[in-house]
T-cell receptor, first 115, second 114 residues
Framework: EAQVTQNPRYLITVTGKKLTVTCSQNMNHEYMSWYRQDPGLGLRQIYY???????DKGDVPEGYKVSRKEKRNFPLILESPSPNQTSLYFC??????????????FGPGTRLTVL | AQSVTQLGSHVSVSEGALVLLRCNYS??????LFWYVQYPNQGLQLLLK??????LVKGINGFEAEFKKSETSFHLTKPSAHMSDAAEYFCAVSETGTASKLTFGTGTRLQVTL
């Protein structure tokens, strides 16, 4: 089944304790992205990657890191989490080509609470 | 720069009534436009998309949207609401000609009442 998976789905942690949220897709997509969703703000892009070893900042990258060593994986790293990073996080992927059949596929989300 | 405005953070309709969710966009180039739906505790699912073909786009679950360049709008409609339509709906725009690099609106939560 074609899908984007994220782990963990729920995480409660404390300020300053490094964490990684994993994201994996099995559709051979070039493009992958991380978003955070906050009430009243919609989805805001954190980082994106156009292909292996190619990453770039989105609209709200502060406090986050990413890596793209393999095409299928795009982990999100919080080196020193703070309470303002409490949010619902989504990973998404798509082909990066001009096609009428193109769409972004989203993972199920990771709800992160930083105390 | 691209942006999306969704008018109304909450919309309530009766079951069987018309659903109208509004989306206006700003884009410096001909845009690709998308509507996504998010059911409770789930990720986002594509409802429909406009990619410069037909201006009236039909999607899943009976939804459709019309691209109006003169009004810079891409409103989502459904003739008859069902209880199962209760969800949050997001409009998104892409200027890249692909589905990547989406900019999302702030979302509209649809409530359907009996």
């Amino acid at each position: 089944e074609a899908q984007v998976t994220q782990n963990p789905r729920y995480l409660i942690t404390v300020t300053g304790k490094k964490l990684t949220v994993t994201c994996s897709q099995n559709m051979n997509h070039e493009y992958m992205s991380w978003y955070r969703q906050d009430p009243g703000l919609g989805l805001r892009q954190i980082y994106y990657s156009m292909n292996v070893e190619v990453t770039d900042k989105g609209d709200v990258p502060e406090g986050y890191k990413v890596s793209r060593k393999e095409k299928r994986n795009f982990p999100l790293i919080l080196e020193s989490p703070s309470p303002n990073q409490t949010s619902l996080y989504f990973c998404a992927s798509s082909f990066d080509r001009d096609s009428n059949y193109n769409e972004q596929f989203f993972g199920p989300g990771t709800r992160l609470t930083v105390l | 720069a691209q942006s999306v405005t969704q008018l109304g953070s909450h919309v309530s309709v009766s079951e069987g009534a018309l659903v109208l969710l509004r989306c206006n966009y700003s884009s410096s180039v001909p845009p690709y436009l998308f509507w996504y739906v998010q059911y409770p505790n789930q990720g986002l699912q594509l409802l429909l998309k406009y990619t410069s073909a037909a201006t009236l786009v039909k999607g899943i679950n009976g939804f459709e949207a019309e691209f109006k360049k003169s009004e810079t709008s891409f409103h989502l409609t459904k003739p008859s609401a069902h209880m199962s339509d209760a969800a949050e709906y997001f409009c998104a725009v892409s200027e890249t000609g692909t589905a990547s690099k989406l900019t999302f609106g702030t979302g509209t939560r649809l409530q359907v009442t009996l």
